[in-house]
């Protein structure tokens, strides 16, 4: 899985890349996104020609009141794009959303999963 | 106890942070919603506002639910917790890390104005809020102008 990062934004205000943990495993990825502040509605996952988009909207509304005193981090919405690798069975993948935190679950294919062989004796 | 005192003003890294944000801040996009950090590097990010004459505290929090974040004020100082109950997974090996694991405590010194004894938090999408009510004395009060 690597991230492409080539493309240019065209949409305004600011994004930035969600901080991602990936984990391998027999069966497959697994793989958590932080995006504070967004909620189920405003996320999208979509793969499209072996690149998975993660895209996530946060309510800049929120903060229309607020004046600032002292920032540490900014505002905006969230966006990343990996290139599967082909072993990932695109069919079947699931994304759940909890505390801003995205968790997708991406299963190897059946023929990427390691197999034991057992050896005649 | 603490040998010295930490001072942000005085750490050279945190000044060219504050430079390179100024300077990004000055550069980039003006339409997205611009803070212009006043400092970084610190987990979890806060974020500081006023709201009238309210102050109120964002935070960044992905991955912990309310139950795992405990707030607790004294005098002006409100500090605020996390504890992620989530156990590693055995299995498998991470391609990447880069989110926050573990335990976290920051403790954010508050205006006189307001009365930490009084905030209310809420915790939504992975960001606490934390809106600290100004004193009764603090608040504008409008005085009637009597007829003679």
């Known amino acids: ?121 | 106890m603490a040998l010295f005192t930490f001072r942000r003003e005085l750490d050279p890294v945190n000044a060219l942070f504050r430079l390179q944000s100024e300077l990004e801040r000055v550069f980039e996009n003006p339409r997205g919603l611009d803070l212009g950090l006043s400092g970084r590097g610190v987990h979890p990010p806060v974020n500081l506002f006023r709201e009238g004459s309210d102050v109120v505290i964002r935070i960044e929090v992905p991955g912990f639910a309310s139950e795992d974040l405990s707030i607790e004020s004294r005098g002006q100082t409100l500090s605020v917790s996390g504890k992620r109950s989530q156990e590693p997974a055995a299995e498998g090996a991470y391609h990447r890390r880069e989110r926050f694991a573990g335990e976290f405590s920051r403790s954010i010194q508050l205006p006189r104005d307001v009365d930490a004894s009084q905030a209310v938090a809420t915790a939504k999408h992975g960001v606490l809020t934390v809106r600290v009510p100004a004193r009764a004395e603090a608040k504008p009060r409008q005085i009637a102008v009597n007829a003679q």
């Open chain 1, 1 to 121: 899985m690597t991230q492409t990062n080539t493309e240019q934004n065209t949409r305004p205000g600011r994004t930035y890349a969600p901080k991602v943990d990936i984990l391998e495993t027999d069966s497959g990825l697994r793989l958590w996104a932080e995006m504070p502040g967004v909620d189920e509605k405003s996320i999208e996952v979509e793969l499209v020609d072996g690149v998975l988009s993660i895209r996530g909207r946060v309510a800049t509304e929120e903060y229309a009141n607020l004046e600032p005193l002292y920032t540490e981090y900014g505002v905006g919405n969230f966006e990343t794009r990996f290139r599967l690798a082909n072993t990932i069975d695109g069919e079947h993948i699931h994304a759940k959303l909890q505390n801003g935190v995205l968790e997708l679950e991406l299963p190897k294919v059946a023929a990427a999963k390691p197999r034991r062989i057992e050896i005649a004796g």
